[in-house]
């Protein structure tokens, strides 16, 4: 108990280190989001340099509530700024094409919060810009930082994407933590709860199956039908099918139960025959693997892995069971030392967030060192070509393109 107390009191309180001489200096689009600021105390290559948001008092405040040291009239003066390395984007979703485009076009490296843009025609040119192909060019990621935990990379090594038959995610937001008036459920800023809380869930699909959704079978929502709400879901529940004939389902709601509950994604596997040597020509074992991350979107604050995998030993001949057993197992991984695997020599601290775990990698691309984990334009590209499936299925139609060129 004691550590886990020490190790979430330190998730809230990263250590400061020392910077370096060439730590990259970034700029923040906006007055609202922490996702950049606890990781960069504990990263000696980061500095928070700057910030700028509509509302010039409510960026000084910002400042001074983070020590940063530059208050920005606007955001255009962020990317004028020579001294500025990197932007961070974390505005609402109508604005991401957009800022990211300004940003790499005058030269900068962008870390772009997730969904990165409101449907797949506006990734289709942000993430084909020519300046992203030339030699020493920017850097752009997709912040989604789930997929740089160890507990996520440690599940996707547990499983063969080729034996997956169906895959369940779930997440969710208390009706206590959002109201009608959130930038969520404003349809002109992109809002909506497959926008918000359920593009976790479908990326959790796409990696799990390791391919891209053929269709989207079903999306059933709850959505609101008046004024700026209108066309903003607040629920939905999304099935898929996938090019091995597995399913994957997505439920998210924005007006979920009092307690809140984990998210968490559940795969259930083909049944596999198992060489067993000491068994009877006649018979044959079958195993049956179902595999749980609970907890797949905050994985610092608590996480699990749990394995449950039942066997039967059968008659070949008539498929009759003659014994049954399931064995149960369970994993945690706070660090990519726990996790194992390929990327065991990973750093990390075991109160780093998924942030720093992204930050760190984010940092490395920059620098041109060696990225162990990435989210590649294409992957962007096909990630929201999921969230328009599911958008044109349920009626409610794509999320509006931006006017910027």
């Not at 004028?80 to 005058?106: K, T």
């Not at 409101?118 to 997709?142: R, T």
């Not at 709601?253 to 000491?278: E, L, R, Y």
């Amino acid at each position: 108990m004691a550590g886990m107390i020490s190790r979430l009191w330190q998730v809230f309180n990263p250590p400061k280190v020392e910077k370096r001489g060439d730590a990259l200096k970034f700029g923040i689009l906006g007055a609202a989001s922490v996702g950049l600021i606890g990781p960069a105390k504990s990263h000696s290559e980061v500095i928070v340099q700057a910030v700028a948001a509509r509302d010039r008092k409510k960026a000084e405040a910002y400042a001074k509530s983070h020590g940063i040291p530059d208050v920005k009239d606007t955001y255009r003066d962020i990317l004028d700024d020579p001294e500025i390395d990197c932007v961070f984007i974390p505005l609402v979703n109508s604005l991401h094409y957009e800022w990211a485009a300004r940003s790499i076009r005058a030269g900068k490296h962008v870390l772009l919060e997730k969904p990165s843009v409101s449907n797949a025609a506006e990734a289709e040119m942000l993430f084909n810009m020519p300046e992203l192909s030339e030699p020493n060019g920017p850097v752009i990621l997709e912040a989604f930082h789930t997929r740089f935990y160890p507990s996520w990379v440690l599940f996707r090594s547990l499983i063969n994407p080729a034996d997956v038959a169906h895959v369940s995610t779930f997440s969710v937001i208390p009706w206590w933590g959002t109201n009608k008036n959130d930038i969520h459920f404003n349809y002109s800023l992109s809002g909506g709860s497959i926008m918000a809380m359920g593009t976790y869930n479908l990326a959790a699909l796409r990696l799990l199956f390791d391919a891209e959704p053929e269709e989207c079978l079903s999306c059933d929502v709850n959505a609101y039908t008046d004024g700026v709400h209108n066309k903003c879901d607040y629920e939905f529940k999304a099935k898929f099918r996938f090019p091995n004939g597995g399913t994957g389902d997505a439920h998210t709601t924005m007006q979920g139960p009092t307690v809140w509950k984990p998210s968490f994604a559940t795969v259930t596997c083909k049944d596999t025959i198992v060489p067993d040597d000491t068994l009877p020509a006649s018979q044959e074992k079958v195993l049956s693997r179902e595999l749980t991350l609970h907890g797949f979107i905050h994985g610092a604050f608590w996480h699990r892995i749990d394995v449950k995998e039942s066997f039967e030993i059968r008659s070949e001949d008539t498929g009759k069971p003659i014994k049954k057993w399931v064995e149960n197992k369970s994993y945690k991984a706070y660090t990519f030392k726990e996790a194992g695997g390929e990327f065991a020599d990973l750093p990390g601290e075991v109160y780093w967030m998924s942030f720093r775990h992204q930050l760190e990698q984010f940092v490395n691309r920059v620098k041109g060192r060696k990225t162990q984990n990435w989210v590649t334009p294409a992957d962007s590209i096909a990630q929201m070509k999921m969230i328009d499936m599911a958008y044109e299925k349920s009626g409610l139609g794509l999320r509006p393109t931006s006017t910027y060129k």
